[in-house]
Nanobody, 120 residues
């Protein structure tokens, strides 16, 4: 089992920045990939960015050039630096940790979510 705790959400004006943090505990040795997803009201949860245990990153097209995902030195913490925020970035942001079962399946863990609101 993996437990995830997010922090860093809040209210920010358009064009501003926020940094989200996610700390994993428990069976962290089993984590193959960590990432951030978001869900806006009335919409499905969508990918924001992921980073593998090897350091490879993947970004949604809406995140590229504005958001940066990174890991802490202890590898059990993942960050999302969000710059040039737009009102359409408003959503609940969820941290995810995945353990690959095979090439098609993974065991996924989720944090409780942190609200990000971009508004003037």
């Amino acid at each position: 089992q993996v437990q995830l705790v997010e922090s860093g959400g809040g209210l920010v004006q358009p064009g501003g920045s926020l940094r989200l943090s996610c700390a994993a505990s428990g069976s962290i040795f089993s984590i193959d990939k960590m990432g951030w997803y978001r869900q806006a009201p009335g919409k499905q949860r969508e990918l924001v960015a992921t980073i593998t245990s090897g350091g490879s990153t993947n970004y949604a097209s809406s995140s590229k050039g504005r958001f940066t995902i990174s890991r802490g030195n202890a590898k059990n913490t993942v960050y999302l630096q969000m710059n040039s925020l737009k009102p359409e970035d408003t959503a609940v942001y969820y941290c995810n940790a995945a353990h690959y079962l095979d090439e098609n399946r993974s065991e996924d863990y989720w944090g409780q979510g942190t609200q990000v609101t971009v508004s003037s």
